[in-house]
């Protein structure tokens, strides 16, 4: 064994204790928080913070260690504080749109005590909970008519968050208007671009001109902001009770069964078995080496041990032309001998391999 090693080694020995004690550390954090409670005191107590640092900085001998000492003490009280906040207030979710999106909607009924806070983007809402803003981040993946959700998708790539759970929810779109409006006089329908082309044979069929939105509900509320008769937005009834428009036309889905998933992100890989009706899933995002039949060897192994896929899809990586990632999702147990065998193999063959989550599927 190298110096390298040895001293690698000793981290990860270290590594253990520490995380026993931040274990036991949160504990004593909870019990605080019980106190504040009871006492009708705030999460905040900078002056105590102060203390903290001033307090423990003289248990550091070596001068050139003690000032990131001082960053890591901040960093364990913002994260106390943050576990605080969860235990004071819930969950708190990060979503892509506004209230009434399918987003919230779904995020809604998979956890109804949560706080639900917006974002613009879906990168908005990922990094909202990468960076401990949010707990979760719930984001659309795929929809059973339009397709899956690229940039979703490559946040899982590029991201570092885990999916733990999918989110089925049955979307039902409907015309909206402002009252008073009838859907003879609509002449443009705006809305999400997955919207638009869930509901693409009704536009046609009205003649309807389209113009797209970054999300439904946001599309409805412009909608009722604008108070134009003419202009239709494509979205959820929720959305229509939220900004006060009338429904129009129900149910204007080009087909039956539509049906969206959503991927719950956290920032730590969940092995334990979820509850939910879809039974045991995981994914895989890999790259595979520029050479004659790469693709077809990873394929061959996942069949070897006997994983069905349920879906693979090809992406664009951002940088070399022409290059790709896939997205592969796989029935079965990865934390199985035979799951964590797989991964050994396909490591062999894949230019990159990266483990996004394992999940089981909860309908709404």
């Known amino acids: 064994m190298n110096e390298l090693e040895e001293a690698r080694l000793g981290i990860a020995s270290v590594d253990k204790e520490i995380a026993a004690l931040f274990e036991s550390r949160m504990a004593y954090v909870a ?16 002056r105590q913070e102060e203390r903290v640092i001033a307090n423990n900085i003289g248990n550091i001998e070596d001068p050139s260690v003690r000032e990131y000492y ?17 235990l ?24 109804p005590s949560a706080a639900l806070i917006p974002y613009q983007d879906f990168e ?15 984001l659309p993946i795929e929809n059973s008519f339009a397709g899956d959700v690229g940039g979703v998708m490559d946040l899982c790539f590029s991201g570092n968050l885990y999916i733990n759970l999918m989110l089925e929810l049955d979307v ?19 809305s999400h671009p997955q919207a638009l082309a869930q509901c693409a044979k009704f536009i046609m069929d009205r003649g309807f001109e389209s113009q797209e939105f970054a999300n439904t509900a946001m599309a409805a509320q412009y909608v009722s902001e604008t108070a134009d008769k ?18 129009l036309e129900p149910n204007i889905n080009s087909q039956i069964g539509n049906t969206t998933r959503f991927a719950v992100f956290s920032r730590a890989l969940n092995k334990t078995s979820l509850p ?14 520029n050479e004659a039949g790469a693709l077809a060897k990873i394929l061959n192994i996942i069949g070897s041990h006997g ?29 199985s001998e035979n799951g964590q065998d797989l991964l050994r193999q396909l490591k062999t063959v894949c230019d990159r391999l990266k483990m996004v989550g394992a999940y089981n599927s909860l309908s709404l």
């Open 88 to 111: 004071m207030n819930g969950m708190r979710i990060a979503y892509c749109g506004v209230p009434g999106a399918f987003a919230h909607i779904a995020a809604g009924k998979a956890f």
């Open 124 to 138: 908005s809402a990922y990094y909202a909970c990468w960076d401990g803003d949010a707990d979760i981040a719930v």
């Open 70 to 86: 001082v960053l890591l003490l901040r960093d364990i009280m913002k994260i106390s504080k943050a576990f605080q906040e969860r």
């Open 31 to 46: 019990k605080v928080l019980d106190y504040k409670k009871g006492n009708g005191l705030p999460i905040l107590d900078e």
């Open 230 to 247: 003419s202009i239709g937005a494509i979205a959820s009834r929720e959305t229509a009770e939220l900004y006060g428009l009338d429904i």
């Open 307 to 335: 994983f069905n896929m349920s879906s693979l899809h090809s992406r664009p990586v951002a940088g070399p032309l022409w290059n790709h990632y896939f997205f592969a999702e796989l029935e079965g147990s990865v934390e």
């Open 276 to 289: 939910g009706s879809g039974g045991e899933h995981f994914i895989l995002v890999f790259t595979v080496r």
């Open 172 to 190: 039902s779109q409907n015309l909206l208007g402002v009252p008073g409006a009838v859907s003879a006089g609509i002449k443009t329908v705006v």
